[in-house]
């Protein structure tokens, strides 16, 4: 059984940095779609960035401010998140769709980790 384990969040000051990293507990064949989402307190969860392995695209909340990127070697995705808000605080999660050895996940999940932008 896959699963993925995000880390890399904390406490940051506005404008501040972070990256996010999830990582899968097995080697993945393929990796059809990979997306990463955000649920702030009293918020429904929402669509930070979602891509293929063609392209990816971002929320106009984030756009131009964070990036994802993804290290196959290590079956590891990135989440570079700058110039961060306060509003950006939130539980996030990455999801995948990904093939690992005969077995085919769809709508995998993190168990999440916390950022929180505050001075």
């Known amino acids: 059984q896959v699963q993925l384990v995000e880390s890399g969040g904390g406490l940051v000051q506005p404008g501040g940095s972070l990256r996010l990293s999830c990582a899968a507990s097995?080697?993945?064949?393929?990796?059809?779609?990979m997306g990463w989402y955000r649920q702030a307190p009293g918020k429904e969860r929402e669509l930070v960035a979602r891509?293929?392995?063609?392209?990816?695209s971002y929320a106009d909340s984030v756009d131009d401010r964070f990036s994802v990127s993804r290290d196959n070697a290590s079956h590891t995705v990135y989440l570079q998140m700058n110039s961060l808000k306060p509003e950006d605080t939130a539980v996030y999660y990455c999801?995948?769709?990904?093939?690992?050895?005969?077995?085919?996940?769809?709508?995998?999940w993190g168990q999440g980790t916390q950022v929180t932008v505050s001075s």
């Open positions: 097995e080697p993945i064949f393929r990796i059809y779609a």
């Open positions: 891509g293929t392995s063609g392209s990816t």
């Open positions: 999801n995948a769709d990904l093939v690992s050895g005969s077995d085919h996940y769809v709508g995998l």
